[in-house]
């Protein structure tokens, strides 16, 4: 691979994982629970959409097909949180639970034929895939935001109490949310696996670090002072955030090795929290 594919392959990587810090920024910060079901649906959006391909479905349906499944798996969660009233954590673990069982099943499909996944696409192809996936599911989620919903959405964030005195379907609001957070996931499952021709059951691993770093990096970037510049502070320290982080591994650059991946995202994690606390001491000090 030449270094203007190896740029676009990691522009590609950096805006379907910009899927992945929306997830966590919607569940983190608007929500303000920990779901660890996402992990799991990055990876099942990874594996059905591979194991679709290799049985002959078209990959466009196949793209479909795994982001509704991460759908339903958000729904499984919430629906343990609302009607069984777990915690969110044990809500998400029983998820992922029975999750494992599918994914070993369609792992056994290995690697994905290459001519068989949209024709064989060239790093710019699918980075121009990519990005006519990412951009609209990226515009709806800020409409999505800033309409009535959303604000019901973030209302339910801030307690249940609030949530009841508005009159706000907290049932309604938490199913749909953590589904769409997971539906983001399973996309960018899917979007990984096109990209690569690979999937296995733990491609999601490091979501969640790497979800949350692309947050507190972005909000580096921009002042998050209103929804608006947040969504576009964690698209842009998602992207930013990835291809940083390709650039490090790529054997054809920098070439760390992907076996450094996530010692690479805990060690950025910690340090930026460490940052992001010191200038808030700093700042309380100077106040």
Known sequence: MSIVDSIFFMLAFGLAFSLVGLGIFLSNKVFKLIDLTCESSFALGGCVYGAM???????????ITATFLGYIAGIITASFINYIKLDAVIASLLTIGGLQSLLTKLVEFKKIDPVSVFGNLSPISNFILVLIIVCPVIYLFYKLMISEYGLSMRVYGDGEIITESMGVNGIRILSFGLGLENLLFALAGALVAQMTGEFSVNMGSGCIIFGIS??????????????KTAIIGTFIGAVCYQAALKLLISKELIGLGEEYTNIIMAMTLVLLVALKRSNYVYETREN
């Not at 990096?217 to 998050?224: A, L, Q, V």
């Open 53 to 63: 391909v290799l049985a002959g479905v078209n990959p466009l349906f196949a793209i």
């Open 214 to 227: 692309a947050i507190i990096f972005g909000s580096k970037i921009f002042n998050n002072v209103n929804i």
